[in-house]
Each structure stands twice: as structure tokens, then as C-alpha cells.
């Protein structure tokens, strides 16, 4: 008996995966785009990317493999297609919890003025010399929310072709940011997806997730049975959680097995990949404002400024002036 991952179907409610993930760390969403789609944005890493470029040469990703990071630069279609499907970012909501949804409740950037949007929780207190103080208000847990919005932190084909002899090691996505954060206080913020560009099995290296390990010491190691696999057919999509132990596993058979992997992160954590050179503006351009948002071409109230520019599309010129 191995560890065991939930499926959902494409019309599951995303509240109903939001809390799968929740108790779980990882899910399987079966099915939820056409193969052709997947073999589209193949096609399309394979025009854009020489071959030498997409060669594996690190611990993680060894020689044999391939990686294409960028990929939200090279592949318009997996931009358009995969990074904001409406499903994903429902999900994504529900868990990252932002004050502004990027989903179904999205507002079209256009529409929302300067200073629309949530209050901001704090207050103005008056001081005895005429100056004034800003008091941040602790909310309380129905009111809290994660982050402004939500970016991507990386976007990557990860391809497992017949030199994965080894298991790549078990971790979690939040070890990017260790030690500098106090892992047990964070609000959840990171949501990793794992799009299925091949099939995934257990014999060409599908991801291994350990159900339950987020809620896990970091001390504590895996154990076989624990461990499950993202067994899922071509256009699947599995989902995993910042304190899930995870990784890619190693390959009985000389067919590819290809992921394209997207991370979306509370907007106040740094990108893992640096999307402004990964997608710049002239490439951006020509992109929905949706996917220039989770890109991050759309800055809070208070991080990702740039003077002058409209806020809610670093793009535009406009109305925003921070500082
Ligand atoms: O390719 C996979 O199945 C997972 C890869 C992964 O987690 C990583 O490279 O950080
Ligand atoms: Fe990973």
C-alpha cells in the first residue's frame, strides 16, 4: 500500500480541490485539458528552444533530462492556456486566499480604479505634535488574506528522458525561501502545479507526492508507503501544496515523460524565476492582461512599483505614483 492522491474530475467545484489540498498537501485534476493542447505547447518549446538549450546538467536535473525554464516566455499557448486556466486559478484563490481573486471573482484590471479594492487594515492615528501614525490592525482569521494578488514564482519543462537513474530528493517548494522564514506561521503561500505533457506513470518517472507531509516536522522523513505517485494521463494537471514533500522520480523506460511545471506565490515573496527577463515587456505585450498580471506586470498597493505607470498594468502608462 502507497501513499494515495485524491482525482478530480475538470467540473469538480474548486472549493471541494481547495480543501482536498488542504488535508491532503496534493491533488490529481484527471483530464482537464486536450492532449493536442499539450502536444501544441511542445511543439512550440521545440521552435523556440534549441535543442542544446534544453539540456539537464544540474543534481536536481542530470544530464540525459531536459529542462526549458522561461517557459511562460517561450510558450504563449502554455501562458494562455495553462497558467490562467480558470479551474487552476480558482483553486489557487481558494488557497492563496488574495484580496484580489484572480479567478472567476477576478475584476478586469481595467476596471478597478486606484484606491478601489479592500481597505487597506490599518488606521490613522492622530499624535499630540500633529503628526500621525499608522496602526495595522491583527484580523481576524475570516478576514485575513495571504497576499495582494498572487504571481508566478517559476514556470519549467521538466523533461524525464532515460538518464533519470536516481530519484531526485524529496523536498518542499518553500526550501527556496529556508532559512529565512519561520515555516509553522507562514499563511500558505505557494501553490505548485504540475502539468501532465506526456503521460505521467509510475514507470517513466511520474511525480512522486507524499500525502500528509505538509502538516509534517521537518525532521521527519518519508517513508516508502507513504510516498504516492502522480499517475495521470496526458493533459492531467496534479497540484501540490508549499510544505509538501515532493520530486521527481526516476525512469524504467526510454519514453519521455513531460511536465510543464508553474508555481503561483503570494506577490510579496520574490519570484524564484525572474519573470521580467524570462517574459519582457515587448513579449508581454502582445499577452492577455491576465497573464501579464500573474507574470508580474501588475503591482500591489505597496510592492512592484514603478513610477508613473498604471498600476494594475505595469505596461500602460497611468495614474500610479507610488512614492
Ligand atoms: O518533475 C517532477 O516530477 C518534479 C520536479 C521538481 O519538483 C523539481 O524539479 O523541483
Ligand atoms: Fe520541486
Known amino acids: 500500500m502507497t501513499g494515495y492522491l485524491s482525482a478530480f474530475t475538470p467540473d469538480s467545484e474548486p472549493q471541494a480541490i481547495a480543501d482536498a489540498l488542504r488535508s491532503d498537501g496534493g491533488v490529481i485534476i484527471s483530464n482537464i485539458v486536450s492532449a493536442d493542447l499539450m502536444d501544441a505547447v511542445y511543439d512550440e518549446v521545440r521552435r523556440n528552444v534549441s ?5 539537464g546538467n544540474s543534481a536536481l536535473w542530470p544530464e540525459g533530462n531536459k529542462t526549458v525554464g522561461g517557459l511562460a516566455g517561450v510558450s504563449k499557448t502554455f501562458a494562455e492556456q495553462l497558467l490562467v486556466h480558470p479551474k487552476i486559478l480558482d483553486v489557487a484563490d481558494a488557497v492563496l486566499n488574495p ?4 479567478g472567476s471573482k477576478r475584476k478586469e484590471v481595467k476596471e478597478m480604479q486606484d484606491g478601489e479594492g479592500p481597505p487597506p487594515p490599518y488606521s490613522v492615528g492622530q499624535l499630540d505634535d500633529g503628526g500621525s501614525q499608522l496602526v495595522w490592525q491583527r484580523q481576524t482569521a475570516d478576514e485575513a488574506r495571504h497576499c495582494d494578488h498572487y504571481t508566478v514564482g517559476a514556470c519549467v519543462m521538466l523533461e524525464i528522458g532515460g ?5 531526485q530528493a524529496l523536498h518542499r517548494e518553500n526550501a527556496i525561501y529556508q532559512p529565512f522564514i519561520e515555516q509553522h506561521v507562514m499563511p500558505e503561500f505557494i501553490l505548485s502545479t504540475m502539468w ?8 517513466n518517472g511520474a511525480t512522486r507526492v507524499v500525502p500528509g507531509s505538509h502538516h509534517w516536522p521537518e525532521s521527519r522523513l518519508a517513508k516508502s508507503a507513504e510516498i504516492a505517485r502522480a499517475a495521470m494521463p496526458k493533459g492531467s494537471v496534479v497540484l501540490w501544496l508549499s510544505r509538501t514533500l515532493h520530486g521527481a522520480a526516476k525512469s524504467f523506460v526510454t519514453e519521455r515523460r513531460t511536465g510543464y511545471f508553474a508555481s503561483y506565490i503570494a506577490d510579496w515573496f520574490r519570484q524564484e524565476e525572474n519573470q521580467y527577463i524570462a517574459v519582457p515587456p515587448e513579449t508581454a505585450a502582445t499577452y492577455s492582461e491576465q497573464a501579464r498580471q500573474l507574470i508580474g506586470y501588475t503591482c500591489s498597493d505597496t510592492l512592484g512599483w514603478v513610477k508613473g505607470r498604471d498600476r494594475n498594468d505595469l505596461l500602460q502608462p497611468g495614474r500610479s505614483g507610488q512614492l
Not at 196 to 203: K, L, N, Q, R, V
Open 99 to 102: 484580496f484580489r481573486p484572480m
Open 196 to 203: 501532465a505533457g506526456t503521460d505521467f506513470t509510475e514507470d
Open 163 to 167: 538518464g533519470r537513474e536516481d530519484h
Open 51 to 55: 535543442e542544446e538549450d534544453q539540456v
